[in-house]
Nanobody
């Protein structure tokens, strides 16, 4: 059974940085695309970033491009989201996600989420 556990959220001032981590277990981590999503209060969950199985390809939402960096360590079964130059509008619950099958970009498994709050 796939398990995803996020950590690293917290309260930070605007302009600050945070690094989120997501530890995966239950199957061969390196076979699957990983992603980060977020959901702000009263809004729908939105895509943030994704990374290919070997980490060689990344893709970002326009709203975070140039400020956030997704990476992965397949030896540690962990995906990261480095968030710099944070803005109040980045405040949300951040979710780690992965796909059910290799080579898919449909995210089917989700972590429990970690809260990120950016104060102005």
């Amino acid at each position: 059974q796939v398990q995803l556990v996020e950590s690293g959220g917290g309260l930070v001032q605007a302009g600050g940085s945070l690094r989120l981590s997501c530890a995966a277990s239950g199957r061969t981590f390196s076979n699957y695309v990983m992603g980060w999503f977020r959901q702000a209060p009263g809004k729908e969950r939105e895509f943030v970033a994704r990374i290919s199985r070997n980490g060689g390809s990344t893709y970002y939402a326009d709203s975070v491009k140039g400020r956030f960096t997704i990476s992965r360590d397949n030896a540690k079964n962990t995906v990261y989201l480095q968030m710099n130059s944070l803005k109040p509008e980045d405040t949300a619950v951040y979710y780690c996600a992965t796909t059910m099958v290799p080579l898919s970009y449909k995210f089917d498994y989700w972590g429990q989420g970690t809260q990120v709050t950016v104060s102005s």
